[in-house]
T-cell receptor, first 113, second 114 residues
């Protein structure tokens, strides 16, 4: 039982490049979400999904796309990276939104030059 | 709109002394409140939650938190801190008006000295 797995752990991009951060969970969780963590700002919700085929925007969705074609996977796409997207990204999941016990991945550190 | 405030960037406490990490919230609707802990270079780990019922909730590693509706607070407490409790602590809130939209505070760094 691997829990929540994020790849890659580290990535350096140039401005304008695109990439996808992968997130997979093996706990049959319905709810999945993406956060970014910046110093002094806590975690800010980017996008979330309450089930396969359903996604919604969080607090800071601009510049990011998501899809949820399976229960297990919730990739985060950066279409045209900007230096402001330099951050640590966390994927989290739980059985349903009202349980609140989020299980987090180890994080992906992204630097945009 | 919902928001969470953690008024202290850092809390310093000596090992064996009581530890308190403060959290206040502002929501419309009934709050679901949570505490998480983050160790260096790791993801967050769940500590405890308040959904309904008893205002005092107990969680992992000897932590507890008290929900105070009149003061809109959910402070995290531990009677006797350990050096291993040194970490970054986050309060989070969600409401039935915003299912799935967890709002996190900025975090409080706890430093426990021997």
């Amino acid at each position: 039982n691997a829990g929540v797995t994020q790849t890659p752990k580290f990535q350096v991009l140039k401005t304008g490049q695109s990439m996808t951060l992968q997130c997979a969970q093996d706990m049959n969780h319905e709810y999945m979400s993406w956060y970014r963590q910046d110093p002094g700002m806590g975690l800010r919700l980017i996008h979330y999904s309450v089930g396969a085929g359903i996604t919604d925007q969080g607090e800071v969705p601009n510049g990011y796309n998501v899809s949820r074609s399976t229960t297990e996977d919730f990739p985060l796409r950066l279409l045209s990276a900007a230096p402001s997207q330099t951050s640590v990204y966390f994927c989290a999941s739980t059985w349903s939104a009202n349980t609140g016990e989020l299980f987090f991945g180890e994080g992906s550190r992204l630097t945009v030059l | 709109a919902q928001s969470v405030a953690q008024p202290e960037d850092q809390v310093n406490v000596a090992e064996g002394n009581p530890l308190t990490v403060k959290c206040t919230y502002s929501v419309s609707g009934n709050p679901y409140l949570f505490w998480y802990v983050q160790y260096p270079n790791r993801g967050l780990q769940f500590l405890l939650k308040y959904i309904t019922g008893d205002n005092l909730v107990k969680g992992s590693y000897g932590f507890e938190a008290e929900f105070n509706k009149s003061q809109t607070s959910f402070h995290l407490k531990k009677p006797s801190a350990l050096v291993s409790d040194s970490a970054l602590y986050f309060c989070a809130v969600m409401t039935t008006d915003s299912w799935g939209k967890f709002q996190f505070g900025a975090g409080t760094q706890v430093v426990v000295t021997p």
